[in-house]
């Protein structure tokens, strides 16, 4: 009786190592892809992540204020302040027109303020810039503040103006650390410029401004972002009143569409 030939195993030997190196292959090039495209996306998130918190980081809204109401009284203990009004409308008012007479004179020589331009200066208190403006001649000007101090300035709130849409050619303030919604104050001015009119704004970027201020701003990255309506057209160094930076934004003529 003859006894029956089992198959070498060296063929399945060969087929299971050959699956095996197949499996292992399949694994890391799909691992590899998994990776690839993790670190793809961590890369996109954090970079976005980045770009997003920058202007957060740089610009803090200083704590403290349980209410509106409550902002706006400190605002009004400043503004209101008797020693203070006397020194904006005695002491300073000469000093401070001069100084913001040379500001916008520069800009009308720049092309970026005319006499004919509709102005409006933001928190203007008792109304140098304003002021300064009829002097250089843009005689269609006017400020606004919490506290009204006629013929100069009317009673507003830079978080919401009371003015229509579109109806500045330009707007100055330097004021800016103040608002205790930054994106609302940027906002009305974007309403309230005409396309193609000019934003100037006086700010606080080295030193911090003083205890009244509802935020600290550290870059113009903020600013950038929250003009959206705006391009920016120029950012330099001044000396105005312990403010160190001026930034000048133009509303652009036509919204674009995403």
Request: glycine share 4%; net charge positive; charged share 25%.
């Amino acid at each position: 009786m003859k006894t029956a030939k089992t198959k070498p195993p060296l063929l399945k030997h060969y087929f299971l190592t050959f699956a095996s190196l197949s499996f292992l292959i399949l694994f890391f090039c799909f691992s590899n892809q998994r990776r690839h495209s993790l670190t793809s996306f961590l890369t996109t998130t954090a970079a976005t992540t980045h770009s997003s918190s920058a202007s957060e980081v740089d610009l803090k809204i200083r704590p403290g204020y349980t209410s509106y109401d409550a902002y706006i009284q400190r605002q009004l203990n400043k503004t209101l302040n008797p020693k203070l009004r006397k020194i904006w409308m005695t002491r300073d008012w000469d000093r401070k027109i001069h100084v913001f007479s040379n500001f916008f004179r520069e800009l009308q020589l720049q092309n970026l303020l005319s006499n004919s331009s509709k102005s409006l200066c933001i928190g203007a208190r008792v109304g140098q810039e304003v002021e300064a403006l009829k002097r250089v001649g843009v005689s269609d000007s006017v400020g606004i503040d919490l506290v009204p101090s006629p013929p100069l300035v009317l009673k507003g709130d830079f978080h919401n103006q009371t003015f229509d849409n579109e109806t500045f050619d330009f707007e100055f303030s330097n004021v800016f650390d103040h608002a205790l919604y930054p994106r609302k104050f940027v906002g009305e001015i974007e309403r309230t410029l005409k396309p193609d009119g000019v934003c100037v704004l006086h700010l606080a970027l080295s030193t911090r401004a003083d205890k009244f201020s509802a935020n600290d701003l550290y870059s113009v990255k903020p600013l950038i972002h929250l003009f959206q309506r705006s391009q920016l057209v120029r950012v330099r160094k001044v000396d105005g009143f312990g403010l160190d930076t001026e930034v000048i934004f133009r509303k652009k003529k036509t919204t674009q569409r995403s």
